[in-house]
């Protein structure tokens, strides 16, 4: 009786030897090339926050701007399909990157309220400048997406993203943006 009770033990502890073994040659899997230029990108889009939240301040309109994103999500639709890509997580990426832009936008907006001023910083005109310069960022994004996307399945995914993005963060308020822009590019199986 004993030996019976013992093999499925020593099954499953080999078993489990094996799938960490299985698990650590993963692990040191390499990251896709096409993984540093999509999240230097978002990274510099997530930047251009502070450019909209300066115009922001200065106009003293609201970070929501619900017909402008309705916009650029559209925009990006049209843009996956001449990319091949599916024009729905299309639509989440770019969702993602407007949430994390916003983030950033209110917490700096709340740094210079209690500040009881914005930083003496250059204002680049956000219709003529800044958002031609997004709209750029954005075809350079869904390149990137589109050389990435056969590796957000891959089970080193969240692996190579959080590396990635420990290497882009500088401070905290863009940290968090920066997570959230990439909180959904791994797809989880």
């Known amino acids: ?34 993984l540093q230029p999509l999240l230097a990108t ?4 997530l930047y251009m926050g ?19 994103e309705a916009q650029v999500i559209a925009n990006a639709r049209k843009q ?10 299309v639509a989440e990426l770019i969702a993602a990157q407007i949430e994390a832009s916003k983030l950033v936008q209110y917490g700096l907006l709340a740094q210079w309220q209690a500040a009881g001023k914005a930083p003496d910083l250059p204002r680049p005109d956000l219709e003529k400048e800044v958002r031609p310069h997004l709209d750029e960022l954005q075809k350079r994004l869904l390149q990137a997406f589109a050389e990435f996307a056969p590796y957000r399945t ?4 969240a692996q190579w993203l959080a590396k990635g993005r420990s ?9 968090q943006g920066l997570i959230r ?9």
């Open 1 to 34: 009786m004993y030996t019976t009770l013992r093999l499925p033990h020593l099954l499953l502890c080999a078993l489990s030897c094996l799938i960490a073994s299985g698990a650590q040659a993963d692990a040191s899997a390499p990251p896709p090339a096409s």
């Open 42 to 45: 978002m990274n510099e889009r």
């Open 50 to 68: 502070d450019q909209v939240a300066l115009s922001k301040w200065d106009s003293r309109r609201p970070i929501q701007d619900s017909a402008r």
């Open 80 to 89: 996956a399909l001449s990319r091949q890509l599916n024009p729905d997580e």
């Open 154 to 157: 891959d089970p080193n995914c």
């Open 167 to 175: 290497a882009l963060i500088k401070d905290g308020l863009h940290g």
């Open 181 to 189: 822009a990439t909180g959904d590019l791994c797809v989880v199986n």
